[in-house]
Structure formats: C-alpha cells, structure tokens
Nanobody, 126 residues
Framework: QVQLVESGGGLVQAGGSLRLSCAAS????????MGWFRQAPGNEREFVAV????????SYSDSVKGRFTISRDNAKSTLWLQMNSLKPEDTAVYYC???????????????????WGQGTQVTVSS
C-alpha cells in the first residue's frame, strides 16, 4: 500500500505554470507505476498522465500532451506534475494515484489504481 499527499495547487492566470507534488510513503512506491488524474465539478475523474515505476516511460492524455510533464524521484518517494501553458479548462482537483500491482501500464481507468491522495485544487482564471 502507498500513502499519498498532494501539494502545489492554487490559483493561476491562463498561460501560467504550476508544479504539483505528491509525497509518498509505504514500501511499494518505487515499484509502482504512478499516475495523475483530475476531476472538475460535474465531471468524471479523468486520466492526465502516467509514469512507469522506473521513470523511463510516460504517457499523457491528448488534452495535456506537450504542456504537462510527469516525473518522479524514487529516492525521494516523490512524484511531480509540471503544468505549463495552463488553460481555464485545466481547472479541477488533481489527484496522484498508485497503480494496482499487476495491472497493465496502458490501462488508464481509475479502477486500475489502488491508492489515491486527497487531491489539490488547481484553478486557472481567464
């Protein structure tokens, strides 16, 4: 099991940047694929990005590709999401999550993730 705590959210103008952090504790962070999701009011939780346990492979949703970067440091048990060129439609609560052991890296359904943080609010003003 992995315990996760997000930070770094806030209010930013369109075109600005934010860096989200996710501090992990527990035995399995370094062996877990990790993802970022977001959820806006009235919407379902949406996949944003995923990174393999080693950090060698990353994947992004089409809506953030080229603007967001996911990274990790297993020695620090920390996951990041660098968000650039933010748009009002990026406004949401952002969650980090640890993938369920044994699930396929390319399965990005929320049900394939077993551990979730409490979320951090990102608001982008126009």
């Amino acid at each position: 099991q992995v315990q996760l705590v997000e930070s770094g959210g806030g209010l930013v103008q369109a075109g600005g940047s934010l860096r989200l952090s996710c501090a992990a504790s527990g035995r399995t962070f370094s062996s877990s694929h990790m993802g970022w999701f977001r959820q806006a009011p009235g919407n379902e939780r949406e996949f944003v990005a995923v990174i393999s346990w080693s950090g060698d492979t990353t994947s992004y949703s089409d809506s953030v590709k080229g603007r967001f970067t996911i990274s990790r440091d297993n020695a620090k048990s920390t996951l990041w999401l660098q968000m650039n060129s933010l748009k009002p439609e990026d406004t949401a609560v952002y969650y980090c999550a640890a993938k369920r052991p044994g699930t396929n890296y390319y399965n990005q359904r929320p049900s394939s993730y077993s551990d979730w943080g409490q979320g951090t609010q990102v608001t982008v003003s126009s």
